[in-house]
């Protein structure tokens, strides 16, 4: 921990007076119903930090124990066939957090000894984490201090320091992020945050709109995405299926929508997007999980 008060032109009284409502608000507003929140194993967080990225909570509640349930731990992962990985995933959208979650536990059950390694450096070495589920992973499993800086936490932290500002960048809120962290129970400090950040989004008011890093997210009917997420189901559905057959099928879909058919180039480069990404491979006009 590196910032301190005197650089950020802040009062230590403003900082103890934010320290003391965040674990006011967090009491207030705490959410015991997430099961992974009573959990210190890496593994576990770690699968929950993956599937709430850009997911609804509601929609992860049902997805993390069946996913646990199938792929309990790490070695158990990354001895599972990608397409399973995949299946297990189908709901939670962004399927390329699925082959990252894969990959990183192939690497932690070949070179960790099935474990999640304990540092924040060799957390974000792994595929597919970030600097937030890095320190996600060092606060709610290894309950030690790091800059945390996500959508609820973003709420809170604009809200209370930047009132009245548009645009706030993550480079103003990460020296505040890290500066007035628990350093004792960083676990409940973040917890208190994620909670209270929740509520004020719940109320409307979304201070996220005035981060300069704040998108509407784009629609899915009728998107590209939506069509690669069809074509995925496919193949994941009927392996072996041809390029002719999963294009009709996806036209069919398309029609039922009241869209036109898909344009053969537009199909061929989904296809080849997905089989460049890993999640599945293409034999001649077969596609195969």
């Not at 705490?30 to 992974?36: A, K, S, V």
């Not at 995949?86 to 474990?115: F, H, I, M, P, V």
């Not at 070495?125 to 992973?137: K, V």
């Not at 020296?175 to 950040?197: F, H, N, Q």
Request: glycine residues 6%; aromatic residues 10%.
């Amino acid at each position: 921990m590196t910032s301190d008060v005197s650089n950020l032109g802040i009062d230590p009284d403003t900082v103890q007076a934010f320290q003391k409502e965040v674990w006011r608000q967090g009491a207030l507003h705490q959410r015991n119903d997430l099961p992974w929140r009573f959990l210190d194993d890496p593994y576990q967080v770690y699968v929950s930090e993956a599937m709430l990225q850009q997911t609804q909570v509601s929609r992860v509640l049902k997805h993390w124990p069946r996913f646990l349930r199938m792929f309990p731990t790490i070695d158990a992962l990354a001895s599972a066939d990608v397409s399973d990985v995949l299946e297990q995933w189908q709901g939670l959208g962004y399927n390329r957090r699925a082959l990252a979650l894969k990959r990183a536990a192939d690497e932690c059950s070949a070179n960790y000894a099935g474990s999640m390694p304990r540092t924040y450096d060799e957390l974000l070495a792994l595929p597919g984490i970030g600097p937030a589920t890095a320190a996600g992973i060092m606060a709610f499993a290894y309950n030690e201090p790091g800059v945390y800086l996500e959508t609820n936490v973003r709420a809170v932290f604009i809200q209370e320091f930047f009132p009245d500002s548009e645009k706030v960048s993550d480079a103003q809120l990460r020296p505040l992020v890290e500066l007035t962290c628990s350093k004792t129970d960083p676990r409940g400090w973040y917890y208190a945050l994620l909670d209270w950040g929740a509520y004020l989004k719940s109320t409307g008011v979304n201070p996220t709109r005035r981060s300069a890093h704040y998108a509407r997210q784009s629609t899915f009917e009728g998107s590209r995405r939506q069509k690669r997420a069809f074509v995925l189901r496919e193949v994941l559905g009927q392996p072996g299926i041809t390029m002719a057959q999963a294009k009709a099928a996806l036209d069919e879909q398309e029609a039922k929508a009241g869209r036109s058919e898909v344009p053969f180039a537009t199909f061929e480069s989904i296809v080849e997007d997905l089989v460049a990404e890993g999640f599945f491979r293409r034999e001649d006009d077969v596609l195969i999980p």
